[in-house]
């Protein structure tokens, strides 16, 4: 099985920045197609963005302000995290599949693998 943990969250100010990473154990995470999803308060859980291969898909409401990527030698997943708002406040995780089902899915709420979350908080 895998194992990821996500590192990297605090509190910042709008505007601010904050870089994500997601580490995985357990197998080989070169490609492996994975995901960043965020849960505010009272809401649902929500994609952010995800990455196979060299193929990154974003939430509209992130767009050009995060970036995916992924650094294979060091089993890690990034989200490069600009121009904070703090409407981006929430719980984020990192999920990831065994293979590439479909971009739904990867967009979606159902993975083979999960992390705990790591807690992003925007003020002002």
Not at 83 to 98: K, M
């Amino acid at each position: 099985q895998v194992q990821l943990v996500e590192s990297g969250g605090g509190l910042v100010q709008a505007g601010g920045s904050l870089r994500l990473s997601c580490a995985a154990s357990g197998r080989s995470f070169s490609n492996t197609p994975t995901g960043w999803f965020r849960q505010a308060p009272g809401k649902e859980r929500e994609f952010v963005a995800a990455i196979v291969w060299s193929s990154t898909d974003y939430a509209d409401s992130v767009k050009d302000r995060f970036t995916i990527s992924r650094e294979n030698a060091k089993n890690m997943v990034y989200l490069q995290m600009n121009s904070l708002r703090p409407e981006d406040t929430a719980v984020y995780y990192c999920a990831a599949d065994r293979t590439f089902y479909t971009w739904n899915r990867l967009r979606g709420d159902s993975h083979d693998y999960w992390g705990q979350g790591t807690q992003v908080t925007v003020s002002s």
